[in-house]
């Protein structure tokens, strides 16, 4: 099982970044999937969550109206579209797959920098 992310890099405040997660060796489309991010010296934290069919979204706080998660079952591919990054945005951002009485499934990481 493997999930991959990318699109993580440098941006400028106010600017915009698409991250990817493929998924592989698993049945994608039956697994609820998530964004983490985890910011140095502190704890890793829920971004954004989406439903196996892709019904249903919720976000943190912090980053509503700001950030959209979405999935692509077709080819097993989840997305967080980034808008109006701010500095307090930088992080590692994780991908995460979950299902009931499946192991969670983590990503390696990719990095954000949001700075002028």
């Known amino acids: 099982v493997q999930l991959v992310e990318s699109g993580g890099g440098l941006v400028q405040p106010g600017g915009s970044l698409r991250l990817s997660c493929a998924a592989s060796?698993?049945?994608?489309?039956?697994?609820?999937m998530s964004w983490y991010r985890q910011a140095p010296g502190k704890e890793r934290e829920l971004v954004a969550v989406?439903?196996?069919?892709?019904?249903?979204?919720n976000y943190a706080d912090s980053v509503k109206g700001r950030f959209t998660i979405s999935r692509d079952n077709a080819k097993n591919t989840v997305y967080l579209q980034m808008n109006s990054l701010k500095p307090e945005d930088t992080a590692v951002y994780y991908c995460?797959?979950?299902?009931?009485?499946?192991?969670?499934?983590w990503g390696q990481g990719t990095q954000v920098t949001v700075s002028s």
């Open positions: 060796r698993f049945t994608f489309s039956t697994y609820d």
């Open positions: 989406i439903s196996s069919a892709g019904g249903s979204t």
């Open positions: 995460n797959a979950k299902r009931v009485l499946r192991a969670t499934i």
